[in-house]
């Protein structure tokens, strides 16, 4: 096996490293994302090629160790500092709600993760479009163990997810048996056929990222929100559509249990610019709205 590259980065204040690149996981299991022993694995296809990142907190030297392999590591490892959110501002963000600022106080070292990488946050979020979780969660597990290749480095069971092209030959078959409907398999169809245009938004502004990735057919805000969260680590991509995040938001903020879109961009204007940033910190309040009625079902369309 060749050896690693290696960096080190030296965070600026208190720094959490599950919290920041915890978002970049899709549910227990992921195969191109683990945490163990301290340490955050992602395997990732990078513009140079398949590469497998470890990352750790140095706790008694204050540092951030970095190993990267394959192809692609050295494009990961340049691209450290922004991932761990060197780019991000947190002081940027002024809470205006007591328990946004409690919320901040306790997790002082959370920051906005920037990918870089648009196609690895665009077609898990695709799957998971009006489906539950854990549904969409085990379609992007059964793909990547079928699809997929073996990532680089020392862990065997991690998975690099496919380029373009090995998204485009996966027979129809294949989808369904992972439970993905015609609609959203077409949608990732038509994203990998621009693949290299959709990558582009991650160098853009908000505005433009989100207007490139919608002009994919079957691509609307909530898509490009969760995809430009990660590649982009916007702090006010703020997820619309959402059938759990309004209430969530609503319920925290006033304790009304209907929370609406439009209800929750009232109550996060004044974090405009931030109010992805907000919903974070709302999120690790664990003010959660009880639940009423049983988890909605698990479907499986592989069985139709």
Known sequence: MPAALRRTWVPPGPYDLSRTLGVLGRGPGDPAFRVADGAVWRASRTPQGPATLCVRTRTGAGRIEAEAWGPGAAWMLDGLPALLGEGDDPAAFTPRHRLVHEARRRHPGVRLARTGLVLESLIPSILEQKVTADEAYRAWRLLLQRHGEPAPGPWDRLRV?????????????????????????????????????????????????LHRLQLVQGIGPWTAAEAVQRSNGAPDAITVGDLHLPRIVGYALTGRRDGTDEQ??????????????????????????????PRFPVGDIARL
Request: proline fraction near 8%; hydrophobic fraction near 45%; charge should be positive.
């Open 161 to 209: 997810m496919p380029d373009p092209r090995g998204w485009a030959l996966i027979p129809s078959w294949e989808w369904h048996r992972a439970g993905v409907d015609h609609k959203r398999s077409a949608t990732i169809l038509r994203a990998v056929r621009v693949a290299r245009r959709l990558e582009e938004a991650a160098a853009m502004d908000l505005p433009d990222a």
């Open 264 to 293: 929750m961009l009232d109550l996060l204007a004044p974090y405009e610019g931030q109010r992805h940033r907000a919903a974070r910190f709302i999120l690790l309040s664990g003010r959660t709205l009880p639940r009423r009625a």
